[in-house]
């Protein structure tokens, strides 16, 4: 794994704007950045991010499983106890999923060990499954890369295909898509998925999620009326359950993506769960929940999470009494978990983060972030890679 | 090889300005070529007795036929608040279980060649139609969302596969903004890049 130098293609802002790439600059500062990119081998990929990433996702299958069926985990988990049903029946029917992505400290030897699993609304879609592909395309056809090089990358193609999927196991119904108001980003990681849902041929529309309104018996309807029966939502279950129309879930007909199950996947509490189911796997921190923290006596400094954050948030690191703040945010209410200090590798002034994709139970690709800091958050910047 | 093997790179293209040809001419004819040769031809019987007489079906397909039209009508149809609303465009209507105004059916599609799989067991034919009195399309017949088959009283029409498909559900929203609430408090905190006025991503 390295972090090379390369020159950016000329006018790539243009090529942006004709595929509709909006927020590769945001606030002034590059998001997508294409002076470096990472090279990695084809076994570091298979061997050390692959095959992990799908492993670790059925070890999370085992975590869903185990915690619905356990009142007291249901609350270590801050699963709203009037949802309980709700989340338990989707996990029953057998609710499919879309997609998700696991965030890994990974150098290029050793272990990649798993920092958080974003299950239930991932971002920075586009840029890997389309972006990152076309930007090695156009530097094979100019000759900046080899042409054998090669990406992990087969993330549209899956989406596509499981669309496919998606809609054999859900007929009859018309897909709405949404997300909040005032973000690009997220405005454009859905739009990338309504593209990818209408070439399988999914009948699809869009929403913003506070326009979402609701009938007198608590179907939930688009602008137009139309009661919406399957929805995509780049927007928080833990959210949706404490909302005041969080009553009708469950009562009302909806499929959705991500399926309710997820709630407790993108679940700072599913750490410490796995790393109880999984003791001593090699790609696992230790981690604990806050009553267990003399089990942690032997860890020297410990990283705090809040069981509910995005994007880096409320992070702090612990040192036995002394704390300190990270990353300030908007959330920790509900609790805070711990996981054994393991600072991401550095490639040169840069901390370096590897998103694993999955689509389903599938492996599907790579995203790099990196930054300046040791947290990586919504502005660390976005670089390609390559397999040679 | 690890990366997805082909991406149409034309379909990933957005339109940005006039004059940005998204795609040749030509395509449009072809979808236009497609969609007369998709067109059905179709009965529409306002009775079961009707439907013994017109089509091929027999009298116990007719009756589920019929019950399934009434079924697709009390789900998709068009809902009024107020009687009025809903006279002053279908005449008569009738009040739903859910307490809305709805038209009454003015009969069902059913379409006029049906090989034998149909026969037995075809779900989605059975759409009912709907026969408009006011003004601005007096006696033309729709399907529950509007699109119109033609006038009234003709023996068969012709009509596109997408009016034999059934219908999204319309109904009436009483309230809306009862979600976003918790994002919508989280932006209010001031740190990162919310500075600038805008909000978060609430991805992750």
């Keep these: 794994m390295l972090r090379l130098p390369i020159s950016e293609r000329p006018h790539w802002q243009e090529r942006a704007q004709e595929f509709g790439f909006h927020f590769h600059t945001m606030y002034g500062k590059p998001y997508w950045d294409e002076t470096a990119y990472y090279q990695f081998s084809l076994e570091q990929i298979e061997k050390h991010i692959e095959e992990p990433t799908e492993e670790i996702h059925q070890m999370c299958l085992d975590v869903v499983a185990r915690v619905l069926e356990d009142e007291e985990l249901l609350r270590r988990f801050c699963i709203p106890e009037k949802h309980w049903d709700f989340v338990r029946t989707s996990w029953r029917n057998g609710d499919p999923c879309l997609y998700s992505r696991l965030d890994f400290a990974y150098s290029g030897q050793g272990p990649a060990k798993l920092y958080e699993n974003n299950a239930d609304t991932p971002t920075s879609l586009y840029e890997t499954g389309f972006w990152q592909w076309l930007w090695l395309q156009d530097n094979v056809d100019r000759r900046a890369l080899p042409l054998q090089a090669d990406q992990f990358n087969s993330l549209q193609e899956k989406l596509v295909n499981r669309f496919h999927d998606l809609q054999y196991l859900t007929p009859g119904r018309e897909l709405h898509f949404s997300c909040c108001k005032d973000t690009e980003e997220d405005r454009g990681t859905v739009q990338y998925l309504q593209d990818c849902a209408s070439e399988a041929g999914i009948s699809n529309h869009f929403i913003f999620v506070e326009d979402i309104g609701r009938d007198a018996t608590g179907q939930f309807t688009d602008l137009n009326d139309q009661v919406i029966t399957w929805m995509f939502k780049l927007y928080p279950w833990e959210f949706m359950l404490q909302e005041e129309f969080g009553e009708f879930l469950g009562s009302n007909n909806v499929r959705w993506l991500e399926p309710p199950w997820k709630a407790i996947l993108s679940n700072k509490a599913l750490l410490p769960m796995l790393w109880k189911l999984f003791p001593e796997h090699p790609n696992l921190l230790p981690s604990f929940f806050e009553d267990e923290l003399d089990k942690a006596a032997d860890f020297s400094e410990l990283v705090k999470k809040p069981i509910f954050s995005r994007e880096g948030g409320n992070i702090s690191v612990v040192r036995g009494t002394d704390s300190k703040l990270l990353s300030d945010g908007p959330y920790g209410q509900e609790g805070f978990i711990y996981q054994a200090m393991h600072p991401l590798p550095q490639f040169g002034k840069n901390y370096t983060l590897v998103g694993s994709w999955l689509v389903d139970d599938l492996a599907a690709g790579i995203s790099i972030r990196e930054d300046s800091n040791l947290i990586t958050q919504d502005m660390s910047r976005y670089l390609p890679h390559v397999i040679l | ?204």
């Design chain 2, 1 to 204: 090889m690890k990366r997805s093997k082909n991406i149409d790179l034309a379909r990933m293209r957005k339109r940005v300005g006039a004059n940005f040809l998204l795609r040749p001419l030509a395509l449009g004819v072809a979808a236009a070529l497609v969609g007369c040769s998709s067109d059905e031809e179709v009965k529409v019987v306002s009775s079961v007795d009707d439907c013994v007489t017109k089509t091929q079906l027999d009298k116990a397909q007719c009756e589920a036929a019929y019950q399934r039209a009434l079924d697709e009508a009390e789900r998709t149809g068009p809902k009024y608040s107020r009687a009025a609303q809903c006279e002053a465009e279908f005449g008569s209507c009738h009040q739903s279980s859910g307490g809305f105004w709805m038209p009454l059916m003015t009969g069902f599609m059913v379409a006029s060649m049906l090989n034998d799989r149909d026969r037995g067991y075809y779900s989605s034919g059975y759409n009912p139609v709907y026969r408009y009195s006011g003004s601005r399309y007096r006696d033309r017949l729709m399907t529950a969302d509007g699109q119109v088959i033609g006038n009234y009283g003709r023996s068969s029409y012709k009509v596109g596969k997408s009016a034999m498909e059934p219908k999204p559900k319309v109904t009436k929203t009483v309230s809306r903004g009862g979600f976003g609430a918790v994002a919508s408090a989280k932006s209010n905190w001031g740190g990162g890049r919310s500075s600038s006025g805008s909000s978060r991503s609430w991805g992750g």
